[in-house]
């Protein structure tokens, strides 16, 4: 059984996310690392967080928090791509 394509990319942004911090925790600090493009944009939704006086979250509150939005952007565009896909 084939799964939905808004589920299927929703998986590959929450894998391509898992890897991308995967990578840059792996890499050491003096020098640069290939991820750090791709992880600065997967850390750019952090922006509604930041500012906000009543908001006071934790390093792991913050990656569950990419990867609930990362999952919803990812389901978002393959439930647009999956209406223009003829089956």
Do not use: H, Y
Not at 9 to 21: E, H, I, K
Not at 41 to 48: A, E, R, T, V
């Amino acid at each position: 059984m084939k799964l939905p394509l808004w589920l299927r990319l929703a998986s590959f942004t929450d894998a391509l996310l898992a890897l991308s911090l995967l990578l840059k925790a792996i890499c050491p600090l003096n020098v640069g690392c290939i991820t750090d493009p791709l992880t600065a944009f997967f850390f750019s939704p952090l922006f509604f967080l930041e500012n906000n006086g009543f908001t006071d979250f934790s390093k792991s509150q913050e990656i569950v928090f990419l990867f609930w939005v990362w999952f919803i952007v990812g389901a978002l565009i393959g439930f647009v791509l999956g209406l223009f896909k003829k089956d």
